[in-house]
């Protein structure tokens, strides 16, 4: 899975990398600015997984992830913070929020969720039939009906 880790703080790049470099099977690349992951993001030939902190300047983490997910629609993302987010439920919905300092095994549990995310078939498309055209009787009265047809 190749995941791209974004955060502003060094210390904080630092100890994410460390957790996640530990887990096998992964390519794994930091970055401290949004332009710095999306110069990582086209080396790597696209993200499976974005890990990054919601508070930065000039780009937040919600905007970061939106952009990265017009590249790369299956773009799983795990949101870090050591602010509350709860006024931020709808950016938040559907993506696990990680308070700071984070939990080693918080993360390698997210990181596996991801993955499992990814790996899941995608649903097969639904047949829609289309409504067939049923003729129904109207009745006429028979005034309307030309004398020739009676």
């Known amino acids: ?24 099977g992964h390519d794994v690349r930091v970055a401290a600015s949004a332009q710095k992951a999306h110069e990582h993001a086209t080396a790597l030939g696209g993200v499976d997984l974005l890990i990054t902190d919601v508070v930065m ?13 017009q590249l790369h629609p299956a773009l799983q993302a795990i949101f870090i913070s050591g602010y ?10 559907g993506t696990p929020v990680l308070a700071k300092p984070v939990d080693a095994d918080a993360l390698r549990k997210e990181i596996e969720n991801a993955a499992a995310r990814l790996a899941a078939p995608a649903p097969a498309p639904v047949a829609v039939q289309a409504a067939v055209p049923v003729a129904v009787p109207v009745a006429v009265p028979v005034e309307s009906v030309p004398a020739r047809v009676r």
Do not use: C, H, N, W
């Not at 000039?58 to 997910?69: I, S, V, Y």
């Not at 509350?84 to 919905?93: I, R």
């Open 57 to 69: 300047e000039p780009t937040d983490g919600f905007t970061l992830r939106a952009e990265m997910q």
């Open 1 to 24: 899975m190749r995941i791209l880790i974004v955060d502003d703080e060094a210390g904080v790049l630092q100890a994410l990398m460390a957790i996640v470099k530990a887990m096998p």
């Open 84 to 93: 509350d987010l709860s006024e931020y439920a709808e950016q938040t919905a």
